[in-house]
């Protein structure tokens, strides 16, 4: 499928707001994500790929374990 993703990170006393577009799969278990499109390819470069560990899948929301051990949950819409 494809994905469009918003994070806005507080840099210096002023919050950057990046967003983002790419496509994604499921294989084995593992969420794996592509980008497509940045708004700020120096901090989300264009081609990145991730391959996270699927934790949780409901109707809701999403929850996953990336490459460095961090877990994240995302409201789905």
């Known amino acids: 499928g494809t994905f469009t993703s918003y994070g806005v990170f507080h840099i210096h006393d002023e919050d950057l707001r990046i967003e983002v577009k790419g496509k994604w799969s499921v294989k084995d278990g593992v969420l794996i994500?592509?980008?497509?499109?940045s708004s700020h390819a120096q901090m989300a470069p264009v081609g990145l790929v991730t391959h996270d560990k699927l934790l949780v899948v409901t109707d809701k929301e999403y929850r996953f374990r990336t490459q460095q051990e961090a877990e994240h949950t995302y409201v789905r819409k």
């Open 33 to 37: 994500e592509e980008l497509t499109s």
